[in-house]
């Protein structure tokens, strides 16, 4: 098996007090620190500083997912409450379509209490307006990590409409509380607009449209990408080494323009805010490496998989591959790619676009800390020391980080 899957996770971890995690936001998003990382150098600065760190000829490109009440509970007649997590439409239904859906529908979900569960089919009635919206739950089946629970209800409502009406924010389980008031706003970034996301765009949270407009006035471009963030983002990695790790599939939305952007605009550099965003940019690459092999492929066979940038050739340069996406694009009459990937980045994977990102600081174990190490190297322990050293607060409420790739030859 090719590339990072002989990596052990356990020479990618680091011990993170439990009063370090950020169990809530700052008052304002932008007074959050960022650590620089260039050239390893580490200094600090803060969010509100950040257009200072790029020229007139950068890109940054955020994701506009936005986060939806995924969790619905149900209480049963002897009291006993029932937690329903939503983490994606069954069957690979599109995002879109299942959240638009009416009267029924059915998702791959999560159940708190399922030992609770003896009746087939839980409901719940949501009051909206004059109206009163009973929903029910079914299980359809069981996998091997979660369940297909069928969703019906009555009324003229839509599926979304309904989490909107029902359900609760899914704040990240390392935070050992229930979603809050504040948490419906803070938990979003100011630019979310596409619904879908089971978690936060992190990295995002700290931008402010006092801080959009700094950038926009400076010069500096933005691009919007759509990457719905799924609970397997949390996922610690368990397995010893990583070939036994089965990354988590994600859906991605990426229109036709953005790409030829990358594709015409004279960038010095393209920063990604999140590693949402730099999966989402760094697949389309292999997507575009795919196209030029296979003109005719459905996209489908397109989709990036969990090795795919381990075992394609990657000596095409951005230029071609981009074109060649274009090009396929261009003969499906598609304005939009619609798509999932499962690309992993791990020590051993050079980007094929992005040249910095911006992100918050990443539980130890997991794969986006694996992300962080491919990008600058082992000079991650040193980031994270500093961090430690420095009183940045960690995870999803946390600070953050602006990271420059170090250039290919000295990647160690």
């Excluded at 049963?76 to 939503?86: M, Q, R, Y």
């Excluded at 979900?109 to 739950?137: F, H, R």
């Excluded at 019906?152 to 979304?160: E, K, R, V």
Aim: glycine residues 6%; charged residues 20%.
């Amino acid at each position: 098996m090719p590339g990072p899957s002989a990596i052990s996770i356990k020479d990618y971890t680091y011990e993170l007090p439990p009063e370090r995690i950020a169990k809530y936001p700052l008052p304002e998003r932008d007074e959050s620190k960022l650590l620089l990382y260039k050239n390893g150098n580490i200094s600090h600065t803060t969010y509100k500083k950040i257009v200072e760190q790029f020229t007139a000829r950068t890109l940054l490109v955020f994701n506009n997912t936005r986060v939806i009440e995924a969790r619905i509970f149900f209480q049963k007649p002897t009291g006993a409450v029932i937690e329903v997590f939503c983490l994606e439409p069954s069957y690979g239904m599109e995002l879109t379509q299942a959240m638009t859906s009416k009267g029924k529908v059915q998702w791959n979900c999560l159940i708190g209490g399922a030992g609770k569960w003896k009746t087939p089919i839980l409901e719940k009635q949501i009051k909206t307006g004059d109206q009163t919206i009973v929903l029910s739950a079914q299980i359809k089946e069981r996998l091997p990590d979660c369940f297909v629970i069928e969703f019906s209800w009555n009324g003229d409502y839509a599926f979304g409409e309904l989490l909107h009406e029902a359900g609760v924010i899914p704040l990240p389980p390392y935070l050992h509380r229930n979603a809050e008031k504040e948490d419906y706003d803070r938990y979003q970034t100011v630019y979310a607009k596409r619904e879908g996301s089971v978690a936060a765009p992190t990295a995002g949270l700290h931008f402010t449209p006092q801080l959009l407009d700094a950038l926009q006035a400076k010069g500096v471009q933005t691009e919007q990408v759509t990457l719905h963030v799924g609970a397997g983002t949390f996922k610690p990695v368990k397995s010893e080494t990583m070939k036994d790790h089965e990354m988590h599939r994600e859906w991605i939305q990426v229109t036709k323009s953005m790409i030829e952007n990358l594709l015409n605009g004279e960038f010095e550099d393209i920063v990604p805010v999140g590693t949402t965003s730099f999966r989402t940019l760094e697949t389309l690459y292999w997507m575009g490496v795919k196209a030029s092999l296979h003109p005719a492929a459905a996209i489908e066979e397109l989709e990036v998989k969990q090795w795919d940038a381990y075992e394609l050739p990657g000596h095409f340069s951005k230029q071609e591959s981009l074109t060649a996406l274009v090009k396929w694009m261009n003969q499906q009459q598609l304005h939009e790619l619609v798509c999932h990937t499962q690309l992993l980045v791990a020590p051993g994977y050079y980007p094929k676009i992005a040249t910095a990102i911006v992100t918050n600081f990443h539980q130890p174990n997991s794969t986006l800390l694996l992300l962080v190490a491919a990008l600058i190297g082992d000079d991650w322990k040193r980031v994270y020391d500093y961090a430690l050293a420095n009183d940045f607060r960690f995870l999803s409420y946390g600070d953050g980080s602006l990271l420059w790739v170090p250039k290919q030859e000295a990647v160690r």
